[in-house]
């Protein structure tokens, strides 16, 4: 498995923007397809977005198409989440995820390895 370390959360206005990294460890970093969750208080963990292994192709939940941009770098072994246009109901824990499917699978049952999360608040 692969360990995964999020960054880049925080508070800001709605509207604005911000990114969040996932570091992962390991030399195989190539081999995964990266996701990306977000579970808010009360609510089940949903999929925001995900990536596969050499960044050709990526898959969104429709409540964040046209305003994430997910990206990752096999060098550096990282994923990146760009949030523009953010809205109070972005507001969760984001956490970085791996499998080794590679069919842009949104279930969190394919996902094998996780993050500690990250927190995202959006003020209105």
């Known amino acids: 498995q692969v360990q995964l370390v999020e960054s880049g959360g925080g508070l800001v206005q709605a509207g604005g923007s911000l990114r969040l990294s996932c570091a992962a460890s390991g030399r195989t970093f190539s081999m995964y397809t990266m996701g990306w969750f977000r579970q808010a208080p009360g609510k089940e963990r949903e999929f925001v977005a995900a990536i596969s292994r050499g960044g050709a192709y990526s898959w969104y939940a429709d409540s964040v198409k046209g305003r994430f941009t997910i990206s990752r770098d096999n060098t550096k072994n990282t994923v990146y989440l760009q949030m523009n246009t953010l809205k109070p109901e972005d507001t969760a824990v984001y956490y970085c995820?791996?499998?080794?499917?590679?069919?842009?699978?949104?279930?969190?049952?394919?996902?094998?390895?996780w993050g500690q999360g990250t927190q995202v608040t959006v003020s209105s």
């Open positions: 995820a791996a499998t080794l499917r590679n069919d842009g699978s949104g279930d969190v049952q394919a996902f094998s390895s």
